[in-house]
């Protein structure tokens, strides 16, 4: 009897024995499948890869912002595109962030401290992420921006050429008849009113006699530029010449009549007030220029493989 128990047990230990090791081997494969896929290289720069837990990590929020408002193929279609977007972008950080240790370039602790006491810490960043923006912003100081000169010839240059910006919008000097309305009732009562005015008005009239022989009181909206008034009023004051009034005007406050007492034309802004606008814009016009072709060059000399 003990040898045929021993017979019979020495099977199981075995059968334990496999299924263990089987187990075991089976979660290891199963971990570094897993691995694989969630942290697979999707890009290398130089000596450094990227992957794609990297890309994820990145494009999260966007993703969120896509599924709110795209279904299908069309969500499908934006989401790789700004994939690719994401992943250029971690390309370019990574090349910036290499040259930088190439040319000695760092930030230290008391810097970022110094920084932080300036701009406190946004709680989508860590203060690891915040100092590689610091480092980035040096390293473009060093490369790119203190080898910038705007000229002031450059800056006459531009303001002539674009004359047709460097320009104060005409002014009006305005007076209103005005009815606020809250429906339609209200709105088609105001709007024959008005017609009736309208109907009545010519050149010579008084408009403040006019408005009170209708029981209506005139405004007065002193001078004011187009941007000042609701639309569709904007549109309306630009086809109307002083001394006119206009026809029935709605909007989403009530109806109006408008009176166009004087005209101020558009005239050139001094160059001297624009000057400095002027030279923010072309120095930054320039920093894009040169740090487009600073980048390229690093490209070109980097070893790059996209696997995306």
Request: with cysteine; glycine share 2%; net charge negative.
């Amino acid at each position: 009897m003990p040898s045929a128990i021993r017979f019979l047990a020495t099977p199981a230990s075995v059968m334990t024995t496999r299924v263990t090791i089987f187990l075991l081997v089976w979660l290891l494969c199963a971990s570094l499948f897993s691995f694989g896929l969630t942290d697979r290289i999707v890009a290398v720069v130089n000596k450094e890869v990227i992957t794609w837990s990297d890309l994820q990590r990145e494009i999260q929020d966007e993703y969120s912002r896509l599924k709110a408002k795209y279904r299908g193929e069309e969500l499908e279609r934006r989401y790789t595109q700004k994939q690719r977007d994401v992943l250029n972008t971690l390309i370019d950080e990574r090349l910036q962030l290499q040259e930088a240790k190439a040319k000695g370039i760092s930030v230290t602790q008391d810097e970022i401290d110094a920084a932080l006491r300036r701009t406190p810490l946004p709680p989508t960043q860590t203060e690891k992420e915040f100092g590689q923006e610091l480092l980035l912003k040096k390293l473009f100081d060093f490369e790119v921006r203190r080898n910038i000169v705007v000229e002031e010839e450059e800056i006459h240059r531009f303001y002539e050429a674009n004359l047709h910006e460097f320009r104060n919008p005409p002014q009006y000097r305005l007076k209103q008849i005005f009815w606020e309305t809250s429906n339609e009732y209200e709105r088609t009562r105001a709007t024959k009113k008005a017609q009736a005015i309208h109907a009545d008005w010519k050149p010579e009239t008084v408009l403040e006699d006019l408005a009170a022989q209708h029981t209506q009181f005139v405004s007065e909206l002193g001078w004011v530029e187009g941007k000042d008034l609701l639309s569709p009023l904007d549109q309306a004051i630009k086809d109307l010449p002083p001394g006119t009034l206009s026809s029935p005007i709605q909007t989403s406050l009530g109806v109006h009549l408008l009176y166009v007492e004087d005209l101020k034309e558009s005239q050139p802004i001094p160059f001297e007030q624009v000057e400095p606008s002027i030279r923010t814009h072309l120095f930054k016009q320039r920093n894009e220029e040169v740090y487009r072709e600073w980048l390229k060059e690093l490209k070109k000399k980097a070893f790059i493989d996209v696997k995306l």
